[in-house]
Nanobody, 127 residues
Framework: VQLQASGGGLVQAGGNLRLSCTAS?????????????LGWFRQPPGKEREFVAV????????YYADSEKGRFTISRDTAKNTVYLQMNKLKPEDTAVYYC????????????????WGQGTQVTVSS
């Protein structure tokens, strides 16, 4: 499985960004990427990687970290096999490298449960 993330950049506090991540390929067991749950994680400078949001394979189930509820929206275009993270009202503390990741089980928030990771995209929010 390959994950290609994009959409990061520099934005002022209060601004918006939309991240995209396109999945392709299949797992070692033959499950194609369009049947995987896709999640977003972030790693602020000097901190551990933390969960942001996850969406299941058909978009019917979604889960957010408490700190992002109401500001971030995860969605999925199943035809394009692409997951989006719409981030609104960004704060300087949202500055991080954002990663998309995939796993076969569903709504999970522990990064150790994710088997496939994209390369990360930098989001910097200036005050």
């Amino acid at each position: 499985v390959q994950l290609q993330a994009s959409g990061g950049g520099l934005v002022q506090a209060g601004g918006n960004l939309r991240l995209s991540c396109t999945a392709s390929g299949q797992t070692a067991s033959g499950r194609t990427s369009n049947y995987l749950a896709l999640g977003w994680f972030r790693q602020p400078p000097g901190k551990e990687r933390e969960f942001v949001a996850v969406i299941n394979w058909d978009g019917s189930s979604i889960y957010y970290a408490d700190s992002e509820k109401g500001r971030f929206t995860i969605s999925r275009d199943t035809a394009k096999n692409t997951v989006y993270l719409q981030m609104n009202k960004l704060k300087p503390e949202d500055t991080a490298v954002y990663y998309c990741a995939a796993q076969t089980e569903g709504i999970l928030h522990n990064p150790n449960d994710y088997h496939y990771w994209g390369q990360g995209t930098q989001v910097t929010v200036s005050s």
